[in-house]
């Protein structure tokens, strides 16, 4: 499949067979993660690959997303991290007040995020399968303990990587007429918004697993209606953040 065609037919992976990723292949994906994009060049991420059955299994409960019992396809970490940045400023008795601002923080995150994603795309080019797991925030003070994270650093997301035992059907996307703007930002239209609304909904009611009475606006307004994750402030703050 040529990489377009495997890039709009992603799908995200959550059972794996139980053949496991080499370790040269494993290397590879690190080295895919690392050659991502990095603002400045300051490589300000860490990725913990988890193997350990138990902190693995407390990962999964703690973000409420088991993957065939805790054994097939393998669970990385990837950490926003300017914990490393901060030992070079000591070394040198430099101050570390503009590491520990928002702007830095988004720096780490975009970082993570590109190099997570620069691993996902070489992963699906060669087979393997994948999802991202944000839910790994849902107790952002209990991977910290398990995890042994330092001042500086925060757990963004996790990754599950195999190989696919069976894939979800590909999403449909927005029509890029909802997402791109020439010049300025282009609004989502209610007539925009209902379209992609039947879409989703034809959707949902069409896959094969976990069909739902649901569209866009419903997921929306589900994932809005409440407050989520209220301690990330204390936690970043905790972590050495000055907002």
């Not at 990725?47 to 350990?52: F, P, R, V």
Request: charged content about 20%.
């Amino acid at each position: 499949m040529e990489l377009f065609e495997m890039m709009i037919h992603h799908s995200s992976v959550r059972s794996f067979t139980e053949e496991t990723v080499s370790q040269p292949l494993k290397e590879q994906l690190l080295l895919a993660a690392q050659s991502a994009s990095s603002s400045n060049f300051l490589q300000a991420f860490s990725i913990i690959e988890i193997t350990d059955p138990e902190k693995r299994k407390a990962i999964e409960e703690i973000a409420n997303f088991p993957v065939d019992n805790g054994t097939n396809g393998s669970l990385s970490i990837f950490v926003a991290d300017l914990n490393k940045h901060a030992q070079v400023l000591a070394r040198h008795n430099d101050a570390t007040e503009h590491l520990r601002t928002m702007e830095s923080l988004v720096v780490a995150i975009v970082d993570a995020t590109l190099a997570a994603q620069s691993m996902a795309v070489y992963a699906e080019s060669v087979g393997l399968g994948i999802c991202y797991v944000g839910g790994i925030r849902n107790a952002l003070f209990d991977i910290k303990e398990l995890l042994e994270l330092p001042e500086l650093t925060y757990p963004v997301f996790g990754m599950f990587i195999g190989y696919p035992a069976a894939k979800n059907e590909v999403k449909p996307r927005m029509p890029i007429s909802a997402m791109l703007g020439t010049n300025t930002y282009r609004t989502m239209t209610p007539e925009l918004i209902d379209a992609y609304d039947k879409t989703m909904t034809a959707y949902y009611q069409a896959r094969r697993t976990n069909t739902q009475e649901s569209n866009w606006s419903d997921k929306v307004r589900q994932h809005f209606g409440s407050p989520r994750r209220a301690d990330t402030m204390d936690f970043l703050k905790k972590q050495g953040f000055v907002f």
